[in-house]
């Protein structure tokens, strides 16, 4: 299982790299503008607060096969490694086609259904990036979705992997992975949620209160 990040808060990234085994940091273009910071300085960034190891995605901003070429040509030079994300248009599947032959690692990203999906990873993406919550807030079911797309994968490009996006809550990430996909991309919140469960923290107070009281420390010895 593949577990990202899905900002360009380089704080943040930082913070929960130390908790979490992250396997990189996905980006999009509304994120990288919501950080008010160039992409071109965010990305290294990125790459240096994970110890200069992980992936990195990045999204190209073209509307054009031909311009979309360019732009992943683009960033796959500035950032070696980096993994182009396409939307998965018209135009994007053929963008996907010609960057497959030569040997640039996209994702198909906004991906609303499974057959939409199942295209782009035929026509060579590594990852296919359904989005869950959005597909929800469409009145679709965004987890249905993913689990046809991971059948569809399974039975005719096992070399492409699902990487589920758009969450807003843990459990929708959990069925994902029960679904079987392979990587999920969770928002910094998200990702919160799942280490910081209030149950939790109440239950170690509980432990700290009643040994504080029986020994006057919470020291063992």
């Not at 040509?73 to 490694?81: C, D, I, M, Y």
């Not at 929708?172 to 990587?183: K, M």
């Amino acid at each position: 299982m593949e577990l990202y990040l899905d900002t360009a808060d380089i704080s943040a990234v930082k913070r929960l790299a130390r908790v979490l085994p992250l396997q990189g940091v996905t980006t999009n273009p509304s994120i990288v503008a919501a950080a008010r910071t160039s992409l071109w300085e965010v990305l290294p960034a990125l790459r240096d607060v994970l110890g200069g190891e992980g992936k990195l995605f990045a999204q190209v901003l073209a509307s054009t096969a031909d311009q979309m070429v360019m732009e992943a040509v683009a960033l796959n030079q500035r950032v070696p490694g980096l993994i182009v994300k396409v939307p998965v248009t018209v135009e994007g599947l053929t963008a996907i086609k010609k960057l497959c032959g030569m040997g640039v690692p996209t994702l198909g990203t906004a991906v609303y259904g499974a057959a939409q999906g199942l295209f782009s990873a035929l026509s060579g993406a590594e990852y296919v990036a359904p989005y869950v919550n959005r597909i929800d807030a469409q009145g679709g079911n965004g987890i249905a979705v993913v689990q046809e797309l991971q059948q569809l994968l399974d039975l005719h490009t096992p070399q492409a992997k699902v990487l589920a996006a758009s969450f807003k809550t843990p459990r929708q990430a959990l069925e994902c992975l029960l679904a079987g996909c392979e990587a999920i991309t969770l928002p910094v919140d998200v990702a919160e949620q799942f280490i910081n469960t209030p149950a939790v923290r109440a239950a170690v107070e509980k432990f700290e209160c009643d040994w504080r009281s029986a020994f006057g420390t919470l020291a063992l010895a």
